[in-house]
């Protein structure tokens, strides 16, 4: 039985991982290719604010999801939704930018 929850409580943590990843170094290293001064603090940063006032008002959305140029044009819409500070645009920009990296142009339906 113990096996069974054990399992179930990994398989739980798996499929939220691959919508909401936490930022690792190898994140920052992404983050730097388009973000020269990216570090982990503002990646986590990111994440925090991801989590926390972008999943305040509706399901989270995977940063996968939506492809660039899409995220450009319905970001600054919930940036202003958000009430973020220019700094924390930018953490959740930087995030945002990095975690969609495996599928930059869309989740392929
Ligand atoms: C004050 C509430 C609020 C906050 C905060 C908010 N959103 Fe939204 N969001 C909405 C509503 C309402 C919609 C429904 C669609 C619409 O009205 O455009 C939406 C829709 C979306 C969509 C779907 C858009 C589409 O056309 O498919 C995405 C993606 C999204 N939000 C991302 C974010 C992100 C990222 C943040 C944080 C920076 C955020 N939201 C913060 C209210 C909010």
Redesign the pocket.
């Known amino acids: 039985m113990k096996k069974i929850i054990l399992l179930l409580v990994c398989i739980v943590l798996v499929a939220c991982s691959s919508i909401i990843k936490i930022p690792d170094l190898a994140d920052v290293e992404y983050c730097k290719t388009k973000y020269s001064d990216a570090n982990i603090i503002d990646l986590d940063m990111g994440y925090k604010?991801?989590v926390k006032?972008?999943g305040?008002?509706?399901s989270m959305?995977s940063p996968k999801?939506?492809k660039n140029d899409e995220w450009e044009k319905?970001?600054p819409?919930?940036?202003e939704?958000?009430k973020?500070k220019s700094v924390e645009e930018l953490q959740?920009r930087k995030y945002?930018y990095t975690m969609n990296r495996s599928f930059p142009n869309g989740i392929p339906y």
């Open positions: 604010l991801y006032k972008c305040g008002c509706h959305y999801y939506y319905l970001l819409e919930m940036i939704r958000s973020l959740v945002i």
